[in-house]
Structures are given as C-alpha cells and as structure tokens.
C-alpha cells in the first residue's frame, strides 16, 4: 500500500489535525519524520492524545530537532543533516495504511539540494493537500497544486480548513485535484470531535486511498 503523505499549503494551515482526522478515520498508523521544535509538544503527541480507535500506532520521529525553523536550519544548529535516504530507510515496517505528515510545505527544505516535494516523490506517496480558507489561500493552493501537476505526483485530493470565504470548489475546479472534506473551524479539539469528523470523512476517503 501507498503511504499518504500529509503537505500543505504553508504553515499552520492545519496539517496536523487533518492528520489526525485521516489516521482515526482509516485508524492508519502515523509517522512525522521531520518534528522542527518541541517547545510545545510535538505533532506526534498531538495525535496520541487525539485518536480513540486502538489500531493506530503513532511510530517515534527520526529527526526530532529543537528549533522551530525550517527543518534544514534546525537541523544545521544541531550539526546534523537531513538526508532523504535515511528516510526512506527508516519507513516504519507496518501493515496498516500509513499516514505521513510533512513540515510546512512542499518547497521546504529538508537539506540544501532536497525538499518536502523530492521525499513525497521518492516514497511515491498518495498526496492529500492541506489548505487553509485564508486571504491569499487560493493563490498558496494553486501554486502547490502546479508543482504536484508539474513533477506528475499522486494526488488524492483537497481538505480545506476553516471558513473564510469558502473557496474550496473554486480551488479544486482550478486546481484539477478533487475536493475530499472542508473541516470547518472547530471551537473545541478534543478526541470527540475528531472521532466526529473521521466518521464523516471515512467513507469517501477509503473509497480513493
């Protein structure tokens, strides 16, 4: 089975809760290879704490760097360097679906020559892009969606966050890539209402993965 991999449009556009949606809906192991900072809690920790099913296994991060930068600055403050290879190498061993999240967006770097986008493509990973409904999101998401066009990438589909404005057909017609779910805003986090959006979102999502 394909990895899903986890991007987004940038930072902070929900990543990690549509992460945690997708792993209790498919009840699919985690993996965040890549944690940049930890001062308050890592993303895996955050899915731990959210996921009500007892099939997921959340599987330890390879590079867990203190500073909260992009993971080649991180990385570099700790003398250490990212390397796609030992990614690879390190892809948890499970038979359940596996979730991958990534850190920012595509053109993250990872290392001076290699990005998010040059590991989604060596893991030949399903793609679900993350978006937040935000100003300047439509241009954020057709800009990602072009260069997952453009290197030919395996792409499920949009989840949107928020909902400012509400483009999300707008962007999936433009963009190509089908609309999966809009998660509106939630006022509360917890494993209910995560549990509560997973069991919308199953059906369609076992239907394409």
């Known amino acids: 089975m394909k990895p899903i991999f986890i991007t987004g449009t940038g930072t902070d556009v929900g990543k990690t809760l549509v992460a945690a949606i997708v792993t209790e809906a498919l009840k699919a192991d985690y993996w965040k290879p890549v944690q940049a900072g930890f001062s308050d809690g890592t993303d895996s920790l955050f899915i731990q704490e959210m996921i009500s099913n007892n099939k997921t296994t959340i599987h330890p991060e390879l590079y867990k760097l203190k500073m909260p930068a992009s993971p080649h600055l991180s990385a570099a403050a700790e003398n250490k360097e990212i390397k796609i290879k030992e990614i690879i190498n390190h892809l948890p061993k499970t038979k359940n679906r596996l979730v991958i999240e990534g850190a920012g967006g595509l053109m993250v770097p990872l290392n001076k020559k290699k990005m998010i986008l040059n590991l989604i493509l060596r893991l030949k990973a399903k793609v679900i892009i993350v978006s ?4 300047g999101s439509i241009n954020h ?6 260069v997952l066009k453009k290197e030919k990438a395996d792409v499920a589909g949009w989840i949107f966050t928020e909902d400012y404005q509400n483009y999300e057909d707008e962007i999936a017609g433009w963009s190509g890539f089908p609309l999966i779910a809009n998660v509106k805003h939630l006022p509360v986090v917890s494993r209910e209402t995560i549990k509560e959006q997973a069991l919308k979102m199953r059906p369609l999502l076992k239907s394409i993965l």
């Open 132 to 135: 937040k409904n935000e100003l």
């Open 141 to 146: 998401s057709l800009l990602t969606a072009a």
